[in-house]
């Protein structure tokens, strides 16, 4: 039982570039999460999902766009990279929409 | 807006020593609070909610309302409980019910 995994694990993009962060959750799980994390600063929700085929905006949802075409992935899209998107990327999936998720291992991006 | 408060960045104490890493929230309605755990090259996991009132690994967290606080405590620290952790509350925001994680902190427990 694999849980929670994060693809890739680690990434260097340059300004202007896109990338897609790969969720996958192998828990049939409902609900799915994008958050990033920054010094400081906590884990701050970036979209979420409550279901296959729906999305919606979290705390930081700018610059990124998400896809959850189907129930046990959920991808994170960066169109055009920015430095400030350089941040530790987790995702994370609940049976239910409370506060207990599962969290994947993280995916270290950098933008230069 | 909900909000978590850890005013410790780094908490460093000896084994053997008591721990307390504070937690404050700002919350109008009844909270549902968390403290999740990172352990160095392992992935985020939950150590333990208010609403269960259990121990884990030693540790317990008693919600005061009064004082709006959720507190992490162990009493005697053991090296293996260096970690980074998250007090986190759940409930509705502007962006519909979510996690709202505190800053974290990190707490290192010396031989």
């Known amino acids: 039982n694999a849980g929670v995994t994060q693809t890739p694990k680690f990434r260097v993009l340059k300004t202007g570039q896109s990338m897609t962060l790969l969720c996958a959750q192998d828990m049939n799980h409902e609900y799915m999460y994008w958050y990033r994390q920054d010094p400081g600063m906590g884990l701050r929700l970036i979209h979420y999902s409550v279901g296959e085929g729906t999305t919606a905006k979290g705390e930081v949802p700018d610059g990124y766009n998400v896809s959850r075409l189907k129930k046990q992935n959920f991808l994170l899209g960066l169109e055009s990279a920015a430095p400030s998107q350089t941040s530790v990327y987790f995702c994370?999936?609940?049976?239910?929409?409370?506060?207990?998720?599962?969290f994947g291992q993280g995916t270290r991006l950098t933008v230069v | 807006a909900q909000r978590v408060t850890q005013p410790e960045k780094l908490l460093s104490v000896f084994k053997g020593a008591p721990v307390e890493l504070k937690c404050n929230y700002s919350?109008?309605?009844?909270?549902?609070l968390f403290w999740y755990v990172q352990y160095s090259r392992q992935r985020l996991q939950l150590l333990l909610r208010?609403?269960s009132r259990e121990s884990i690994k030693g540790f317990t967290a008693d919600l005061n309302k009064g004082e709006t606080s959720f507190h992490l405590k162990k009493p005697f620290a053991q090296e293996e409980d260096s970690a980074m952790y998250y007090c986190a509350l759940w409930g509705p925001s502007n962006a519909g019910n979510m996690l709202t994680f505190g800053g974290g902190t990190r707490l290192m427990v010396k031989p």
């Open positions: 919350y109008s309605g009844s909270p549902e």
């Open positions: 208010h609403i």
């Open positions: 994370a999936s609940s049976y239910v929409q409370r506060g207990e998720a599962f």
